[in-house]
């Protein structure tokens, strides 16, 4: 299946200033996510969850990285097949994906980029829920070129109060 690839559409200082960060960690099944935990000195809260950035590669790898790292540096700065924020929880001495999220400001992936993170969880032999979680709807403004979160399903720029477009474009270049 063909997957819509989702380039960085954020601001470019902050492109900039991950180029020298590690990209991501490769997660290929459950125990991967425990070992990634184990070195980068990361902690379960006490009900066993960890919130975790990740990516789904072009070549449909996942990827992950503290939460508090942009999604540009987990992917290399490279475009991305589906990004956002994924809530691992302990089920005995294995991992499951309790919540997933495409809450990226940096890719504004559509909600159909499910289709991507849930076959990387698959394939890395992870449990997940059958869509995202909390979905989130990007679109640039076609008069002042601001990215925009849809809430509400009111496509109105905050910015500018002009109309947004009802198909997403995030990737066209600003106004």
């Not at 380039?7 to 470019?12: F, K, L, M, S, T």
């Not at 508090?68 to 089920?91: D, Y």
Request: net charge negative; charged share 25%.
């Amino acid at each position: 299946m063909m997957h819509r690839q989702y380039r960085y559409v954020g601001p470019a200082e902050i492109a900039d200033a991950t180029r020298n960060i590690a990209r991501g960690i490769a997660l290929r099944s459950p125990a991967d996510v425990l070992e990634w935990v184990r070195q980068s000195r990361s902690e379960f809260d006490r009900s066993g969850r960890i919130i975790q950035t990740f990516v789904v590669t072009d070549d449909g790898s996942l990827l992950v990285a503290d939460r508090r790292s942009e999604h540009v540096a987990c992917a290399g700065g490279a475009p991305v097949l589906a990004a956002g924020e994924i809530t691992f929880q302990r089920v005995g001495r294995s991992i499951e994906a309790e919540e997933v999220t495409n809450q990226s400001t940096g890719y504004c992936p559509e909600p159909a980029s499910w289709t991507a993170m849930a076959e990387a969880l698959a394939r890395a032999g992870i449990r997940g829920p059958d869509c995202y979680t909390t979905e989130f709807v990007f679109r640039r403004c076609e008069h002042c070129g601001q990215i925009n979160l849809v809430k509400e399903e009111i496509f109105q720029c905050a910015v500018c109060d002009r109309p947004l477009p009802s198909a997403w474009n995030c990737d066209a270049h600003s106004a």
